[in-house]
């Protein structure tokens, strides 16, 4: 049977969390189909075809979907899963939200944040923040997946010629509806995809200080901008931008944390990253623990002296 990756997209492109996906998909079975479940959805689901290593492309285009609820993707995915030996999505928001739903609807169990796959039943996921991992074997068909797309190097988003096949919608359940989305606009790389991440925390003391100090280096690096729960719990940044066990998982090339003591829970969302610079002014702080560099000063004085040296 064939395996099933649920895109992630905005209806006119495929969200990075989806290649990942796709690589994991790959480890499981070679034929792999996608769905690309939305509402005026042409374009997203035209780039999907060309994705490297997919053999199909489920297109339903209905209104149903163009929000993603869960309770409708749910019942799409749960109309399709007995062609499937197993269906995957990112564990970012979006997968967390609909394969849930999707699993209960179908009576099966859902393996959540999969970081390898070591057979056709048998997954390893991460518990106790990152601290431990378990391996876990399930008999369960279809097997239902969320992957963390940390542990999977993307598939090429181009170089595939898959066909669009157009299938029914499950239509509307009527159990939810859309009322509106408060999305924070910028010109900055998605904080999950980016190469370059700066973040900050509780040390900052201000939101204000996140737009003097934290924004024009940024700007420099052409970083995205991430937060501790702490400097997002204090009202410093909007939510989508908090790294962590209860926010986004990261592994860019570089990490710089600013002013972040390295709670477990920060930990968990960015022990991935390949090269971690920390600085903060408690020598004792976790956050050196892990760190590849780290620099031992007030923020409020080594910023400065960091904005001006990339400045020069």
């Known amino acids: 049977m064939s395996v099933l990756v649920i895109a992630e997209h905005d209806n006119s492109s495929i969200k990075p969390s989806t290649l990942p ?3 994991a998909a790959r480890a499981l079975d070679s034929d792999v189909h996608v769905l690309v479940a939305g509402a005026g959805s042409d374009e997203a689901a035209s780039a999907a075809g060309k994705i490297h290593g997919i053999s199909k492309v489920l297109h339903c ?11 409708n993707m749910g019942q799409l995915i749960a109309k399709i899963a007995p062609d499937y030996s197993h269906i995957l999505a990112p564990a970012s928001f979006f997968g967390k939200n609909i394969l849930p739903r999707a699993a209960a609807l179908v009576d ?6 999969v970081s390898a796959i070591e057979g056709a039943d048998t997954f390893v996921r991460p518990i ?5 991992f378990e391996t876990v074997q ?22 595939g010629s898959a066909p669009v096949e157009n299938i029914d919608s ?8 859309f009322v509106s989305r408060e999305l924070t606009k910028s010109e900055r790389p998605e904080l999950t995809a980016a190469d370059i991440i700066i973040s900050g925390g509780r040390g900052l003391a201000s939101g204000e200080n996140f737009e003097k100090l934290i924004e024009p280096i940024a700007d420099k690096l052409s970083a995205a901008i991430g937060a501790s729960r702490a400097a997002v719990d204090a009202g410093y940044v909007p939510n989508d931008y908090q790294v962590g ?6 592994a860019p090339n570089l990490y710089i944390a600013v002013g972040i003591s390295g709670a477990i829970q920060h930990l968990a969302g960015m022990k991935d990253s390949k090269v971690i610079v920390a600085i903060n002014k408690d020598e004792e702080a976790p956050i050196f623990q ?6 031992v000063g007030d923020l409020f004085e080594i910023l400065p002296e960091l904005d001006k040296a990339l400045s020069a």
């Open 290 to 295: 892990i760190s590849d560099y780290g620099l």
């Open 108 to 113: 099966v169990q859902q393996i959540s944040d």
């Open 170 to 177: 499950a239509d509307d359940t009527g159990l939810t509806e």
């Open 245 to 250: 066990q209860t926010g986004k998982i990261v």
């Open 128 to 132: 106790y923040a990152g601290n431990g």
């Open 61 to 71: 285009d209905d209104a149903a979907y163009e929000h993603g609820l869960a309770e």
């Open 138 to 159: 399930i008999s369960d068909t279809p097997k239902m997946l969320t992957i963390r797309t940390t542990g999977f190097d993307p598939v090429k988003s181009e170089g």
């Open 21 to 23: 996906t796709i690589t």
